[in-house]
T-cell receptor, first 111, second 116 residues
Framework: KNEVEQSPQNLTAQEGEFITINCSYS?????LHWLQQHPGGGIVSLFM???GKKKHGRLIATINIQEKHSSLHITASHPRDSAVYIC?????????????FGEGTQLTVNP | EAQVTQNPRYLITVTGKKLTVTCSQN?????MSWYRQDPGLGLRQIYY???????DKGDVPEGYKVSRKEKRNFPLILESPSPNQTSLYFC???????????????FGNGTRLTVT
């Protein structure tokens, strides 16, 4: 079993829909990252969380440390949100220096 | 502009010919790291560095070397590349790893390496 599991692997939505991507992990963590990778390949950091909830524009990220689970929500989705979304955790065991990644969720938003 | 610069973007080489992929950041970040991305396997950490002259192995270090002689540079060295090192490589940096609340990762644009 992978240390970081994402679901779903693929997600297709219509423009305007509310989207949720989930990330579960099995290790103690010091922080969790949500990343976005566009078709061109570049990776952008969306959020870093160690507790609670963060919001940036139409994106919301939450984390439940006790349940070892995080979610990324996109409100009013748009075709430009089409990308791969990757969850990554910084391991507490290595004081946050090691990162383990989920396999990513391919999101396609159709107009 | 704050950025992580990787070079080259694309590289095709032959088995056994030593190569270096450069990574440089202008944000005075202590933490730098290298990853490879392969279909079905996602991103995996190769090596990381918590500061100058401090490096450590990630999950897939075999066949790679790194050095951190200066804070801004963290080159990835393949002494004898093999076809199984064909991959998409990313360098990233952040502030000190334990400052989790203030350390988003900044990624380079990636290097697509093909070893024939």
């Amino acid at each position: 079993k992978n240390e970081v599991e994402q679901s779903p692997q693929n997600l297709t939505a219509q423009e305007g829909e509310f989207i949720t991507i989930n990330c579960s992990y099995s290790v103690g963590i010091s922080a969790l990252h949500w990343l976005q990778q566009h078709p061109g390949g570049g990776i952008v950091s969306l959020f870093m969380l160690s507790s609670g909830k963060k919001k940036h524009g139409r994106l919301i990220a939450t984390i439940n440390i006790q349940e070892k689970h995080s979610s990324l929500h996109i409100t009013a989705s748009h075709p430009r949100d089409s990308a791969v979304y990757i969850c990554a955790v910084r391991s507490e065991e290595t004081s946050g220096s090691r990162l383990t990644f989920g396999e990513g969720t391919q999101l396609t938003v159709n107009p | 502009e704050a950025q992580v610069t990787q070079n080259p973007r694309y590289l095709i080489t032959v088995t056994g010919k030593k190569l270096t992929v450069t990574c440089s950041q202008n944000m005075n970040h202590e933490y730098m790291s290298w990853y490879r991305q392969d279909p079905g396997l996602g991103l995996r950490q190769i090596y990381y560095s918590m500061n100058v002259e401090v490096t450590d192995k990630g999950d897939v270090p075999e066949g790679y070397k790194v050095s951190r002689k200066e804070k801004r540079n963290f080159p990835l060295i393949l002494e004898s590349p093999s076809p199984n090192q064909t991959s998409l490589y990313f360098c990233a940096s952040s502030l000190r790893h334990h400052q989790a609340g203030n350390s988003p990762l900044h990624f380079g644009n990636g290097t697509r390496l093909t070893v024939t």
